[in-house]
């Protein structure tokens, strides 16, 4: 039994990821925020969707949910703390909650820090992360609401999750994202070979994501932030870069 994910790109750089359990074939959609665009691949893949998954109540993650919801007649399931700004939701969750997907079942982890309400999902069977706008590659969301210290305690969170982890994220931010992060730590070899790769990636018009847990572990400045100070002075770096 195991949990696959595909992306599908919608907007401008917004990543939705299309999960599948592998013994039932249920299929969940996380963040379809462009209806047209998600009922298209979803039919195009065969028709099926069981569960909506909401990792926050920016726009460009839940605008078309309500759409697709009409479309498949299925359940919503995002974050109890931000309730009132999320589409209706037929399952409100905290840390710790679980969600069911066919057979497999994702982990329920708050992550405030780019808001308030943020939570991530993580499905152990295929170690999948449905990281939001939390963890990016080579980067981490912007404070938009919370403070440094809780995006540092959230990210520490992620990084005990198993290396092996794909990291599923809302954004194809890792261009950038390297080039940042090559500013503030050159001579990290993880990180000048992923800088490649994705330059490569990119360059072929290709995503760069899902990345691995054990790779942004050796790369990311954010994760290798030893403590809340030097979070917080990268964190307003970037914001300036
Ligand atoms: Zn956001």
Redesign the pocket.
């Known amino acids: 039994m195991t949990v696959s994910a595909q992306l599908i790109p919608i907007l401008s750089d917004n990543y939705a990821w299309r999960l599948v359990d592998s013994e039932t074939g249920a299929v969940a959609i996380v963040d379809p925020a462009d209806a047209k665009a998600i009922i298209a691949a979803l039919e195009a893949a065969g028709g099926r969707l069981d569960l909506i998954l909401l ?2 109540h ?1 726009d ?2 839940i605008a078309g949910t309500d759409a697709v919801r009409a479309h498949f007649s299925v359940p919503v399931v995002g974050a109890a703390a931000d309730a009132h700004r999320l589409p209706k939701l037929d399952q409100a969750v905290r840390e710790g909650d679980t969600v069911k997907l066919g057979n497999a079942s994702a982990q329920v982890i708050e992550t405030p820090g ?2 308030r309400g ?1 939570i991530n999902f993580f499905f152990p069977d295929g170690e999948i992360l449905l990281s ?2 939390t963890l990016f590659s080579l980067g981490c ?2 404070l ?1 609401e919370g403070t440094p210290a809780e995006m540092f305690a959230s990210l520490r969170k992620l990084a005990a999750l198993p290396p092996g982890t794909k990291v599923c994220c ?1 954004h194809e931010y890792t261009e950038s994202n390297a080039r940042f992060a090559l500013s503030i730590d050159p001579d990290n070899t993880a990180l000048q070979a992923r800088a490649a790769e994705v330059k490569a990636l990119r360059a072929a018009g290709k995503p760069t994501v899902p990345s691995l847990l054990s790779d942004e572990l050796a790369a990311n400045p954010f994760l290798l932030a030893p403590d809340v100070a030097t979070f917080a002075a990268r964190r307003a770096g970037k914001d300036k870069f």
């Open positions: 990792t926050h920016h460009d993650h780019h808001t943020q939001g706008d969301g912007r938009i809302g």
